[in-house]
C-alpha cells in the first residue's frame, strides 16, 4: 500500500514579516498567512485525504482549522459550479500587485481581511459559505455541520464522529471530516537563544560557521552542519542537533506511514514548517534539496511511503499546481 503525505508549510506569521527567528517559539498569523492557509485549502480541494497530522504550534494549527474548512466550502463550490467570489478575485489581485511591489501593504490586507470575513475565517469553527447561492440541501448540511465543530484536540486519529448526512440525499461533498492527530515531532527545528531574537542574529552565526554569506542552496545542503553548529553554540543548550531533528522526522514517517498503510494507505495532509520540510528533503532527497531553494508560506511537498521505502515528490509547489 502507498502513503502519500502532503507537507505544507504554515501561513505567514507575526515574525515571519518581522524577521524574527521563529522555531519552537510561536507567534500569530498575519492576515497575509490566513490567506495562504485558505488558499492551500482550495488548492486540495480535490485531493481525498485519510487523515492530517500537525505540529503542536498554534500557526500550525490554525493553518491546518483554516485550510479544512476552505477545502470543503472550495469542493462544495467545485461540485455546484458556483465561480469565484468577486471578493477574492479581488484579493487575489492585491496579493499579486502587492508580491510585485505595486500595491500597498494596507490596501493588500484589507482586501484579504475583507475576503476572510465574507467566507467566514476570522472566527472560529465557522464555515465557509456562500450561503445565499447554495440550494436547501446545503443550507441545511451547513447548519448541522456547523453544530458539529469540535477542536483539533478533541478529534480522534482512528474513531472520530461523522457527520449526520448522506451522500445520497445531498449530492456530492466530503461528507465526514478528517481524523486530525497533534503530533511533537512535526515542531520546527529549536532554535535555542536565538528563539525570536531578530534574524541577523542567526545570519551572523551561520557566518561564523562557514566564514562567509553562503547562498540559500548552499545552506540547504548543509543542513546537518547547521543544526550541529547550531547546538554547540547554544548557551541554553536547548537547540537541537542534526541527529535529533532526523531521529524524530523518521519516528513519524515510520508510524504515521505503517499506520496508514496497515488501513489501507492514502494520502495524509501534515502542516509543519520550513526547516522541518527541508530537512526530510535533505534526509530522503539530497539530490534534490536546490530543487526549490525556499519552502514558501502554504507550499506543498509531496513524500511517498511505500513499504518502508521513503522517496520524495515535487518540492515546495504552490497548492495550485498539485495535479
Known sequence: MTVTFYFA????????MRSLVQGWCDAPLTSAGIYDAYKLGQGLANVPFVGACVSDAGRAQDTLSIALEARENEYVRLSNGLP????QVKADALDELYDLGIADAIDQAEAIEEFLRSRGCLRPHSLVADTDAASPADREWLK????WAPTLDELDWVD???YALSTHQYGPRLTTPLPVRTDTRLRE???????GEPALRLRNRLFDLFGDDIPRQDQNRRLNEIADYLALRDSTQRAENFAAIA?????FLEDCGRSVERHGGGNVLVVSHALLIRSVVFLYARDRVGDSPKIKNGSVTEVVYRDGEITVGPIGIA???LS
Open 9 to 16: 508549510r504554515h501561513g505567514e506569521t507575526l515574525f515571519n
Open 247 to 251: 531521529e524524530r522526522i523518521g519516528s
Open 189 to 195: 527545528w529549536c532554535f535555542g537563544e536565538l528563539e
Open 144 to 147: 448541522v455541520s456547523e453544530a
Open 319 to 321: 497548492p495550485s499546481e
Open 84 to 87: 469565484v467570489p468577486s471578493d
Open 160 to 162: 472520530y464522529p461523522a
